[in-house]
């Protein structure tokens, strides 16, 4: 005997409403699937530059995009991106001020380029947290860059032992490897360790070309530091000889270790043609502060130095060769006791107002010119320009001195005393 079921089949009425609110609820569905899918495609675009080299392009996309209509988790996902793309495009403190905002916090990039952007702006104690945050997950997509970010932090925090331990752990990361065993030679250099540099040179074989090329430049510290002075030079000089490959860092340091050996080889003339030949193919390089700095001690060092190329410079456009020309072509007439030719370059130079960071030094100098030669307003006047290029706290200091110097003979002494004391 069949049971009777005591449940109302619906009616025909109410199974089609249920059909027609299942159809609504799928379409809905749908054309939520299609907008989502349809913005990712829009951020996939948007960022596709960053991939292809050229970030300047995905900040301006990212941007538009962001102005746009977008779901909280792609704001999210393209506010993250837009951050990696800013320092990409070498803008580290516009990244920092993307990547901080709160509502990014939790995606797992952000840490890591959050600390890519404190290293960018050598502000290694707030990168280093970071990059130990990042680095306590094994599971990391970001471990190993995170852990060479540890060591670079450490390094240039003066922890070489911790930094050296850190570029150790990625000697077993086969694309890590050669730049960690490079750089470790290089902290093993920096603490004098000649023999354990000399056993890790031997044992690194690098196969990229700009590893190969720091390979040799280390070889060549390795050398000078072991007074082999001459054999050094002749390492150095096959990398600015053909540079092709090497990178922008591995040639800069190679041109001023190769100057610096000249000096003690005091061969100072054979070591200036390098550096002048880096300046006039290179007139807007951010180092040249480093290389006419360099270029200065060999010229100083020369009995009969020639100003041409100085000269040349210094009344050529390009910045920043020209302004940098101009200080250290009245530096060289300062030298050679030509005050008066000094100070008229250094008129020129402050009459550009060029913001050079660099160029503070140079201010400095003029404001010495000018008090020797009882000009003693025009020199306040001058390191008050040099004070509002916001130089670091040392500058600041000498900048102070100075100018209670001015004071002091200009017969103020009231505000000279409060000058040096703050001194």
């Not at 130990?132 to 060479?148: G, K, M, V």
């Not at 190329?309 to 060769?321: G, I």
């Not at 390191?383 to 670091?392: F, G, S």
Request: a neutral charge; glycine letters at 4%.
């Amino acid at each position: 005997m069949k049971k009777t079921s005591n449940v109302q089949r619906p009616t025909p009425d109410a199974q089609w409403k249920r059909r027609a609110w299942t159809a609504i609820f799928v379409l809905i569905c749908l054309t939520s699937l299609r907008a989502a899918s349809a913005e990712n495609s829009e951020l996939l675009a948007a960022s596709r530059p960053l991939q292809e080299g050229v970030p300047q392009v995905a900040v301006l996309r990212l941007r538009t995009l962001l102005n746009g209509n977008l779901a909280p988790a792609d704001r999210r996902a393209a506010s993250a991106k837009l951050g990696e793309a800013l320092l990409a495009a070498e803008e580290p403190e516009e990244a920092l001020k993307v990547l901080q905002d709160p509502q990014l916090s939790d995606l797992p990039a952000v840490r890591f380029w959050r600390a890519q952007a404190f290293a960018s702006l050598e502000r290694w104690a707030e990168a280093l947290p970071l990059y130990q945050q990042i680095t306590a997950d094994a599971a990391s997509p970001f471990h190993a860059r995170a852990l060479f970010g540890q060591g670079e932090s450490f390094r240039a925090l003066g922890r070489l032992d911790e930094a050296l331990k850190r570029f150790a752990l990625l000697f077993s990361d086969e694309r890590w490897k050669e730049r960690a065993e490079l750089r470790s030679i290089e902290l093993l250099l920096d603490k004098q360790d000649n023999a354990g540099a000399r056993r890790l040179l031997d044992k690194t074989k690098p196969d990229a070309l700009a590893n190969k090329k720091e390979k040799r430049f280390l070889q060549g510290r390795l050398e000078a530091q072991l007074n082999h002075r001459e054999r050094a030079l002749e390492l150095f000089r096959t990398i600015f000889r053909r540079p092709e490959g090497a990178t922008r860092a591995v040639l800069i340091a190679t041109l001023c270790a190769a100057a610096e050996t000249n000096l003690q080889l005091k061969t100072p003339e054979a070591g200036d043609d390098p550096l002048e030949d880096f300046i006039e193919h290179y007139p807007t390089d951010p180092a040249l502060p480093t290389i006419f700095a360099k270029l200065d001690q060999l010229y100083r060092a020369e009995p009969a130095p020639s100003t041409q190329e100085l000269s040349r410079w210094a009344n050529d456009s390009v910045q920043p060769r020209r302004a940098l020309a101009q200080w250290y072509l009245a530096r060289s007439e300062l030298r050679a006791g030509r005050s008066e030719n000094a100070s008229r370059i250094f008129g020129l130079l402050r009459r550009e107002h060029l913001k050079v960071p660099a160029l503070v030094q140079g201010w400095c100098e003029f404001a010495q010119l000018e008090i020797d030669q009882e000009r003693y307003d025009e020199a306040l006047a001058i390191l008050e320009e040099a004070r509002a290029a916001h130089p670091p706290a040392e500058v600041l200091r000498q900048i102070d001195l100075i100018a209670g110097r001015a004071q002091y003979q200009a017969r103020h002494f009231e505000t000279a005393a409060r000058t040096f004391e703050k001194v």
